[in-house]
Nanobody, 115 residues
């Protein structure tokens, strides 16, 4: 089984920045793609970004230009750099990890944008 944990959420003012981390751990890991999702209160979960093992990235249009995804393959860690945060970015942010053994979700980390 793969354990996934997200770190870095918190309270930030509009226009501010946060960097989220997603760390996968376990035995016999072979992590493929890693993905970032978010779920605002009362809304459906949506995918934000994907970073493949080989470095290919994709960011959805709604946050493109403000959010950047990257990863450190040896550390089994992905990052989501969020800049110029807006009120509508308030959500629970999740990481999804693809591994040889299956697909795993973290518990989520709360990002609240408020003035």
């Amino acid at each position: 089984q793969v354990h996934v944990v997200e770190l870095g959420g918190g309270l930030v003012e509009p226009g501010g920045s946060l960097r989220l981390s997603c760390i996968a751990s376990g035995r016999n890991l072979f992590v493929g793609a890693m993905h970032w999702y978010r779920q605002p209160p009362g809304k459906q979960r949506e995918r934000l970004a994907t970073v493949a093992r080989g470095g290919w990235t994709d960011v959805v249009d709604s946050v493109k230009g403000r959010f950047t995804v990257s990863r450190d393959v040896p550390k089994n860690t992905a990052y989501l750099e969020m800049n110029n945060l807006k009120l509508e970015d308030t959500a629970l942010y999740y990481c999804k990890v693809e591994d040889y053994s299956g697909t795993y979700w973290g518990q989520g980390t709360q990002v609240t944008v408020s003035s």
